[in-house]
């Protein structure tokens, strides 16, 4: 791991659509200091769907903007980065989260893990196999479907447990906009909006394989797994087609 002196507190943005994206050659060395110093974090896992998203919901574009970590989680963001001549790896959120876990389990110092979303006993399995993996991770759960009476009691449990890693896997942006509204609760923790990440670590959903991964057609595999997705894909033509006028006009 790089020393902690060699990571600065804040990462340049790079704009992309007018969304920044912070650039970097090791998120997670980034990330793991941050928490070792115990600076609260939000980590937005940018696509081109939710950059699209941004662009018709202010709120959520204010979201980002605030995020201390922006992440190139979609191919469509690292392939516009190289529009730009910006040669950034791509990072799926889902990886920068496992890397957390695999540190938490390695430092106790780093305190505790939270899961919260999912459907009831997903995110209770998925914290199950992260044990068997890594015996010394100590996570607590909670999933998505509670009442608005039981939300009080959950954020009272939440904060007086101090978790040092908060993964919230509620769907975007409704997991973008719960973060930005709770985070005050666990200031110095490290949010990050994992998506359908529970549901893989549980095995009841699998990750397309790496020839999907490495061909840029993870979007492909997820319209098979979930084809009532298949309206929210329409966002990815739209962002080719803005990102190719973007660069001819010069814009960012």
Partial sequence: MVPQSVFPQELQPFSVLGVPVHLTNDYLGWLVSQAEQQRGCHVVTLNAEMTMQAG?????????????????????????LKLYGKQVERRP??????GMLQAFSRSQDLGTVFFYGGQPGVTNQAAIAWQRQCPGLVIDTQHGYLKPEEQPTFEQRLKDLQPGLILVGLGVPRQEFWIAEHRHLCPNS???????????????KTRAPEFFRKNHLEWLYRLYQEPWRWKRMLALPHFAGRSLLYRVRGKR
Avoid: H, M
């Fill in 190 to 204: 490290i949010w990050i909006g994992v998506g359908g990440s529970f549901d893989i670590w549980a095995g009841t």
């Fill in 93 to 98: 959120g889902i990886e920068l989260a496992e």
């Fill in 56 to 80: 018709q919901n202010p709120p959520l574009a204010k979201i980002i903007q605030q995020a201390e970590l922006v992440i190139p989680d979609g191919s469509g963001i690292v392939l516009y």
